[in-house]
C-alpha cells in the first residue's frame, strides 16, 4: 500500500485520487475548505459505471500532510503551480516522487526547479466533471502518458493496478503540446458558447474556425522546436466525435464561477506567438473573451 497525497483535488485530481482509494492505496486529498466540508459530509464520491462509489480518502486543507508520502500528484490550475510547489517543497524528502497532472507547458519547470525529488508528467486523458466539491462524475476514458524518468515504471504500475491504460513515453514534452493544441482548439469555444463539442461541430462554419485555432498553434510550436504531428487538426476534431456531450473544463470553469486556466491554454500560445513574431489572431481573442467573461 502506498502513501499517495492529491494536491488540488478538483474534476481530474479527485478522480484519480479516488481510483487510487478504492484500488487500496492510502489517499490523502488536500484542497480548499469546502473539498474538506464536502468530503466530511459526504465522503469522496465518485459516479461511474451507473453506480456511486464512495472512495476511502483523507482529506486536509494543510499542504504539510504530504510529510512521508510515496507519491505527490500536484493536479492544481496552471496558474496555482508556483505557489503550491512552494507549500509543499519543505515537507517533502528527496525520496518522494511528484507527478504533475496538470494541462500546459509550463508546469514541469517551476516544479522542477522548487522541489527536491523527481518530478515527472503524467497526461490524463479523461472526460470528468465535478457535481460539487468531493463529488465527481467520470463520463468517458481513462488514459494516462507518464514521462520516462526516475520511478516511472513503479507510477505506471501504480496506475494500471489502479484501472487506468497507462503507458510511458519518452515524449512527453510533445504530448504536452499536443494536448495544449487541442485545448486550444475546443476550450474556449465551448466556453463561450456554453455548448458540448458535438453542438459546436454541427454549426456550419465551426469546423474551419477550429482548424484555423489549430494552424496557430501548428505554427508557433514549430517555431518552438516542437514538430507536431500532421494530423493534429484531426486529434482535435475526433473528440467532438467521440465525445459529443461533453463541455470542456474551461466551460465548467466559467460556468461555477472558478478561475479558468485560459492564461495557460490559448493565452500561452498567444504570449509565445507574440514573442516569436508570429501572429496568432483567433488565440488571442479567445484569451481575451474568456477573461473578459471570467472575470
Known amino acids: 500500500m502506498a502513501r499517495i497525497a492529491v494536491l488540488g483535488a478538483g474534476a481530474v ?4 485520487g479516488a481510483r487510487l482509494a478504492l484500488s487500496g492505496h492510502a489517499v ?3 484542497g480548499r475548505p469546502a473539498l474538506v466540508q464536502g468530503v466530511t459530509a459526504q465522503g469522496m464520491r465518485l459516479d461511474m459505471d451507473g453506480q456511486t462509489l464512495r472512495a476511502p480518502v483523507t482529506v486536509t486543507t494543510d499542504p504539510a500532510a504530504v510529510t512521508g508520502c510515496d507519491w505527490v500528484l500536484i ?5 496555482d503551480t508556483e505557489t503550491a510547489a512552494q507549500a509543499v517543497a519543505p515537507h517533502l524528502s528527496a525520496g518522494t516522487t511528484v507527478l504533475s497532472l496538470q494541462n500546459g507547458i509550463g508546469n514541469l519547470p517551476i516544479l522542477t526547479r522548487t ?3 523527481p518530478v515527472l508528467p503524467a497526461l490524463v486523458y479523461v472526460a470528468v466533471s465535478q457535481i460539487a466539491p468531493g463529488h465527481v462524475q467520470h463520463k468517458g476514458g481513462g488514459r494516462i502518458v507518464i ?4 520511478n516511472a515504471p513503479a507510477a505506471a504500475q501504480l496506475f494500471t493496478n489502479a484501472g487506468f491504460q497507462t503507458e510511458i513515453s519518452d515524449q512527453a514534452e510533445l504530448a504536452l503540446w499536443i494536448k495544449l493544441t487541442v485545448n486550444c482548439t475546443l476550450n474556449a469555444v465551448s466556453a463561450l458558447t456554453g455548448q458540448p463539442y458535438g453542438r ?4 456550419p462554419g465551426a469546423e474551419a474556425t477550429l482548424r484555423a485555432i489549430t494552424a496557430e498553434c501548428r505554427a508557433v510550436a514549430r517555431a518552438s522546436g516542437i514538430p507536431l504531428p500532421d494530423d493534429i487538426a484531426e486529434q482535435a476534431l475526433a473528440l467532438t466525435r467521440s465525445m459529443p456531450d461533453q463541455c470542456s473544463s474551461t466551460a465548467q470553469d466559467l460556468a461555477a464561477g472558478k478561475p479558468t486556466e485560459i492564461a495557460h491554454i490559448n493565452g500561452e500560445i498567444a504570449r509565445r506567438g507574440a514573442a516569436l513574431g508570429i501572429p496568432t489572431p483567433l488565440n488571442t481573442a479567445l484569451a481575451t473573451l474568456v477573461a473578459l467573461r471570467e472575470n
Open 75 to 79: 493536479a492544481v490550475k496552471s496558474g
Open 200 to 203: 459546436i461541430i454541427a454549426q
Open 147 to 150: 514521462g520516462n524518468g526516475p
Open 28 to 30: 490523502t486529498l488536500i
Open 115 to 117: 522541489l527536491p525529488g
Open 13 to 16: 485530481g479527485g478522480f484519480v
